[in-house]
């Protein structure tokens, strides 16, 4: 069975402070996505990024990085240089399936507080 | 246009009551999903549509109905619901390129 887990319920950092949001998977599967979404206030589930299982490249998009390591089945997310608009909840999100009848599969969400 | 609409943003309804929460997105994508999140819970999917058939149900109660009318709209008929139905009820879609799901923006329900 599938899990993800994100141990930090909640984060609370200073402006500029960099901050890593971690998560950890279970999966039985070789090949498998990995993504992580950002839910602001608003509700809307925002796409950051997917890795499929084959890909252990770490990734960098303006202040934000990954780190994909599959021997500790981790894909952490570090926020550079934090902002206040980064305030919001991230769920890191699993799917073993990519085709009709893919299922992504949530973690429990990381609640960050970036303070002014 | 890159975006999954979803109507009506708030709804309130009684216990006895019958409404329907709908989504759209005009992507050409080929399944459309429901989610479910509890607040400070991460969404727990529903249903999945794929090429307009049911394809995914999570074991959801009858008092959910979805519909698939055609490729861009998907719908969530509810009748009977609870109080501890109340939600945001989140629709999603995914292309062919399969990189992502959109999300809409969703629907707080709230059953009194």
């Known amino acids: 069975a599938q899990k993800v887990t994100q141990a930090q319920t909640e984060i609370s950092v200073v402006e500029k402070e960099d901050v890593t949001l971690d998560c950890v998977y279970e999966t039985r599967d070789t090949t498998y996505y990995l993504f992580w979404y950002k839910q602001p206030p608003s509700g809307e589930l925002v796409f950051l990024i997917r890795?499929?299982?084959?890909?252990?490249q770490n990734e960098i998009s303006g202040r934000y990085s990954w780190n994909f390591q599959k021997s500790t089945s981790s894909f952490n997310f570090t926020i550079t240089a934090s902002q206040v608009v980064d305030s919001a909840v991230y769920f890191c999100a699993l799917s073993e399936a990519w085709d009709s009848s893919y299922k992504l599969i949530f973690g429990s969400g990381t609640r960050l507080l970036v303070r002014p | 246009d890159t975006e999954v609409t979803q109507t009506p943003k708030h709804l309130v309804m009684g216990m006895t009551n019958k409404k329907s929460l709908k989504c759209e997105q005009h992507m050409g994508h080929r399944a459309m999903y429901w989610y479910k999140q509890k607040a400070k819970k991460p969404p727990e999917l529903m249903f999945v549509?794929?090429?307009?058939?049911?394809?995914i149900n999570e074991s959801v109660p009858s008092r959910f109905s979805p519909e698939c009318p055609n490729s861009s709209l998907l719908n969530l008929h509810l009748h009977a619901l609870q109080p501890e139905d109340s939600a945001l009820y989140l629709c999603a879609s995914i292309g062919a390129s399969n990189e992502k799901l959109f999300f809409g923006s969703g629907t707080q329900l709230s059953v009194l």
């Open positions: 890795r499929n299982s084959f890909d252990e």
């Open positions: 549509y794929s090429y307009e058939k049911l394809s």
